[in-house]
């Protein structure tokens, strides 16, 4: 377990919905990161938050958006979904504000099918 | 410049074999080096990682070969088990910037 919490584990919505992505690092950590993951693709950084500000801007669509709140904890939002947006999404989290300042930590991700 | 290049995709190896996977970066600023393993329906977790300060790094049966000079460092999985059949990510980063993943390798050990 590495303490990286992310919920729901499955959601299954339709084209041109709205979802969110939730996640509670691990104790102590105030970064968080957010990948997607799509089939046979590797890890596709989308965005960093470091004590609730914005802190690196990856390959992020614009109908995305996340936040980090007060108590840490981040969200994803997709919005105006596509097929193509269906992926695993996982979060991760370190205790400093990225690269070698810490070691990432995976939740086990959320798997969102776009039917 | 920012890539990190990661082969073989994929890689089949019997039991007790060696599996080797390769990984190779152009940004000079990388000091950090890490490789994560990911089992289906799991989040990726560290396995070893290394810093060009040393060329070779070994845990277990894991071992990590750097070379500077070359750009390149790969993962030695020794007496590979079935219980290593998973998805290998080899990554990059430097002071206070993000890591740079490989595209994964894929591993199945046979029984």
């Known amino acids: 377990d590495s303490g990286v919490t992310q919920t729901p584990k499955h959601l299954i919505t339709a084209t041109g919905q709205r979802v969110t992505l939730r996640c509670s690092p691990r104790s102590g950590d105030l970064s968080v990161y957010w990948y997607q993951q799509s089939l046979d693709q590797g890890l596709q950084f989308l965005i960093q938050y470091y004590n609730g500000e914005e802190r690196a801007k990856g390959n992020i669509l614009e109908r995305f958006s996340a936040q980090q709140f007060p108590d840490l904890h981040s969200e994803l939002n997709l919005s105006s979904l596509e097929l193509g947006d269906s992926a695993l999404y996982f979060c991760?989290?370190?205790?400093?504000?990225?690269?070698?300042?810490?070691?990432?930590?995976f939740g086990e991700g959320s798997r969102l099918t776009v039917l | 410049q920012q890539q990190v290049k990661q082969s073989p995709q994929s890689l089949i190896v019997q039991k007790g074999g060696i599996s080797i996977i390769n990984c190779a970066y152009e940004n000079t600023a990388f000091d950090y080096f890490p490789w994560y393993q990911q089992f289906p329906g799991k989040g990726p977790a560290l396995l070893i990682a290394?810093?060009?300060?040393?060329s070779e790094k070994k845990e277990g049966r894991f071992t990590i070969s750097f070379n500077k000079s070359a750009k390149q460092f790969s993962l030695h999985i020794m007496d590979s088990q079935p219980g290593d059949s998973a998805t290998y990510f080899c990554a990059a980063s430097s002071y206070g910037q993000n890591f740079v993943f490989g595209p994964g390798t894929r591993l199945s050990v046979l029984p």
């Open positions: 290394i810093r060009p300060d040393v």
């Open positions: 991760a989290s370190s205790v400093g504000a990225g690269g070698h300042t810490g070691e990432l930590f």
